[in-house]
């Protein structure tokens, strides 16, 4: 197989150009070509008046050793295509089914894949099936009813349900992990395109179907899936695990657990601390989201209000400030909408989200600053969920149990806003202006207002005094990382930390790759249920 890169089209002849352009320029008869697919395609915008659509294809020649003999281009080359595989099973006997505790990404991927291969496990949500995760959250942000267990953070789907769906990711993958995460997607309902744009996403609205249709496979396949099950305590014996607890009172015996708690699991970081549990505090980022009107950054990106083909533009920005501390934008939302995202009573946390369409009519975007352990109020563990909650609660107070906003040049004023300006806001929960100088750290207000002005300078009218700012984002990777091994497990034995609540995975894409990871790392150790069973019974 051959890889063709660099194939520039035009973006409004989309697609239908690839196979004559590719013709054209292997300079082949169309009887020479056997099969084609696109690898990857991205948009080139750097000459407003010229967009093009780029493309690396992936092609089968009848004679491609003697294609490549007279054709030497740096951008074709040979490849051997590798697809994902299964590693085969180990040897060890499952005396009970594999406990997965969390059904975000992370816990969802990780339960297919040993569905899939005879497996059997038993999966745990602490919140509601995703049906009834839609009605509580949506009455949360009409009314504020609050639930602890199910909200935008904890239920069927994890976080990762009521956000943007991007699935880029920078983790590198030798193992064909991120192309098996992207077409399991696709199998149960996501666009084929996203197995090659640069930035996929799906969307809040079409992300509840396929979390819905994947447990609806695991059930098929001899899975259990139960909500309003939240792990509560784990026993272990000579520093193995032999049980769980489930709601405080129901106990399941096991020898393999998956912790796939997500980033916002504070209850259960804290009971796994207690039982001993090797973790460590870890960096991450706060800091509050911002809104602009989507055609002032389609005309920046694009050098156009709105273009069909385009959709609404993204972007992508970083600034190192004056006192050293790292800014960047963080999961940008192209027509999206702010949304209440909070877990705990007392607490204010906000997230983007956007449906498919991705068309609300504004952007916005995570812009955050690096607060590291030094930071932190002490030296435990637990120190960076204490550091997210104070702000938190700041936060909450500040705005009267509403998301607290406010405009960017009261910001700079240390003013409390009295209205919007031209920037009207699209959010999800109910706002009140207020200072948000009051509700985050000092050094990370002032690196913000720093980086913003120098987004400014990127993006013309990122700055705009009446851009609209809420708090507060604090959930942007997990405060720690629960230790493992090469064989990806804890030192207490049969636990395996997975995704990002763990401390290994920062988005939907990783974290069901790291899913993954955990499912390859156990089915080499274990026989499936059925050959488990068989086994003990001969023995």
Known sequence: MLRIGQIKIPYRDGDSKIYTTLLKKLHIQEQEMLSWRIYKKSIDARKKHEIMSVYTVDVRLKHENAFLKRNRNKNIQKIEYKAYEFPKAGEGLLKHPIVITGSGPAGLFCALMLARYGYRPILLERGMDVERRQDVVGRFWETGEFQPDTNVQFGEGGAGTFSDGKLNTLVKDPFGRHRKVLELFVEFGAEPEILYVNKPHIGTDVLCHIVKAMREEIIALGGKVCFESKLTDIRTEKG???????????????ECLVLAVGHSARDTFQMLKERGLPMTAKSFAIGVRIEHPQEMINQSQYGMDRDDILGSAAYKLTYTASNGRGVYTFCMCPGGYVVNASSEEGGCVVNGMSYHGRDSGNANSAVIVTVTPEDFPSDDVMAGVEFQRFWEQRAYTEGKGRIPVQLYG???????SQDFGEVRPVHKGATTFADLNRCLPTYVCESLKEA?????????????KDAILSGVETRTSSPIRMERDGELQS?????????????YAGGITSAAMDGLRIAEAIRKVYRPMDESYKEQKKR
């Open 240 to 254: 193995r695990l032999t049980s769980v607890c489930v709601n405080d009172h129901s106990w399941i015996d096991c």
């Open 410 to 416: 009261d910001f700079c004023e240390s003013r409390v």
């Open 452 to 464: 913003i002005e120098a987004f400014g300078d990127k993006i013309q009218g990122y700055d705009r």
């Open 491 to 503: 030192e207490i034995r049969g636990i395996y930390p997975c995704g990002e609540g763990a401390g």
